[in-house]
C-alpha cells in the first residue's frame, strides 16, 4: 500500500481514497537502483473487508492516529465474515476484485 497507514484507515467499501503526492521515495529509491516499477492496481481491494466507522475527528480516529504515531503502523479495527456465518469474523467476504496492470 502507497499510501501507508494513512491510506490504510480510510480504506472503506466502495471508495478508494489514495495518498500518493507525499509518498514518492520508493520511486526516488527505485531510480537510484535501478529497480523496475510495475504499475498496478487492485479495483474491490477495499470491498474484502469492512472497517469500523472512523471519520475525522471522532475518537476511533484519534486513537487510531495516536498509535499511528507512537507504534508506525495502523491499527484498522475490521472484520470480513465467519466460516459458518457471513455477518462476522476474519475471513474476506467473497466479493470480485479485479487488478489491471503488468
Do not use: W
Request: net charge positive; proline share 6%; glycine share 12%.
Amino acid at each position: 500500500m502507497i499510501g501507508g497507514a494513512v491510506e490504510a484507515l480510510e480504506a472503506h467499501p466502495g471508495s478508494f481514497k489514495l495518498k500518493i503526492k507525499s509518498r514518492k521515495g520508493f520511486c526516488k529509491l527505485a531510480l537510484r537502483h535501478g529497480a523496475c516499477l510495475v504499475p498496478v492496481f487492485a479495483f474491490g481491494e477495499n470491498d474484502l473487508f469492512e472497517q469500523v466507522a472512523n471519520p475525522d475527528g471522532s475518537l476511533v480516529r484519534r486513537f487510531q492516529n495516536f498509535l499511528t504515531h507512537a507504534l508506525g503502523f495502523s491499527p484498522a479495527l475490521f472484520h470480513g465474515r465467519g466460516i459458518f456465518n457471513y455477518t462476522f469474523g476474519l475471513l474476506p467476504f467473497r466479493r470480485p476484485v479485479s487488478t489491471v496492470g503488468k
